[in-house]
């Protein structure tokens, strides 16, 4: 399917801090949350930005005219943001990249981190979709009641054991698709994770799907600054991506 691109100012409807640096952005935007699909997501900046490049972001959820999108502070495009407050104006492009497999009944969603933002708008597409989420401690997993309404099933890792079982989210995975319940898993978070996802969903045979990111300058295929090597040719992460299949990537 051919995405239409809008570049449009949005109307910050809410900005909230979830946790200490991880800020929640809904955005009115109703041609965006007409198309957009899981997977997609924007470039933003602040529409009297001091920063000259818009800032990906995946877009976590839709619903009606508002799309939100869920991001951590980093350095200076996402500090600008966080500043930002209702009724302020965000310069977006979107809706851009590929988008996830839906055709899965039963799909396995493996996040970790901000990794998990995406994800969150596969789950509420989807409807029947598990959930394997991870992060170093417990304030980290406020995922899980946004997950709730819409996933069939969470399960919880964390590095230090604060909430769910301790170590990385995907050394549960084994277990998981040896249960035979999963048809497909989709995973978006740090590179070792995903690398990792990769190779116990090829071990048992499940198709697998990665979201990468990438420092991506314009978004739309041009700049070439995310372009990645894979096992398909050379790709650019923002066009023919963000959403590869697993066994196409070296991580
Ligand atoms: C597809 C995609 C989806 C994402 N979704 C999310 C999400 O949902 N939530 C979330 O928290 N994070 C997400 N990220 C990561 C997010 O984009 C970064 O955290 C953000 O760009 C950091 O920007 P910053 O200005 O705050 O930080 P900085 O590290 O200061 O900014 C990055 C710096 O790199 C520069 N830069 C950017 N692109 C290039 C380039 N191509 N070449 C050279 N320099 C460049 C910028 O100008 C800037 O100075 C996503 C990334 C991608 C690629």
């Given amino acids: 399917m051919v995405l239409r691109k809008t570049l449009t100012d949005a109307e910050i409807t809410e900005q909230r801090e979830l946790i200490a640096g991880v800020f929640k952005m809904t955005l009115h935007a109703p041609e965006i949350a007409r198309t957009a699909k899981p997977g997609n997501f924007l470039q933003v900046k602040a529409a009297k930005a001091n920063t000259l490049l818009r800032r990906p972001l995946g877009i976590a959820d839709a619903e009606g005219d508002n799309i939100s999108l869920i991001y951590r502070k980093i350095g200076k495009g996402t500090a600008e943001l966080a500043e930002l407050q209702q009724g302020d104006i965000v310069s977006i492009l979107g809706a851009l990249g590929n988008s996830f497999d839906e055709s899965f009944k039963n799909p396995l969603l493996v996040g970790g981190g901000m990794g998990l933002s995406p994800l969150l708008f596969y789950a509420q597409a989807h409807k029947n979709a598990a959930v394997l989420m991870g992060g170093r401690t417990s304030s980290e997993i406020f995922w899980e009641d946004i997950f709730k309404p819409f996933a069939k099933e969470i ?97």
């Fill in 155 to 251: 399960f919880i890792a964390t590095e230090d054991g604060s909430k769910g079982e301790k170590g990385f989210n995907v050394a549960l995975l084994p277990k998981l698709l040896k249960s035979g319940k999963y048809d497909g898993v989709i995973a978006c978070g740090p590179d070792p994770m995903m690398k990792k996802a990769v190779d116990i969903a090829r071990e048992y045979s499940v198709p697998v799907e990665v979201s990468l990111e990438r420092r991506m300058g314009c978004g739309l295929g041009a700049c070439l600054s995310c372009a990645i090597d894979t096992a398909n040719g050379r790709k650019k992460v923002c066009k023919d991506g963000p959403v590869f299949k697993g066994e196409e990537v070296f991580f």
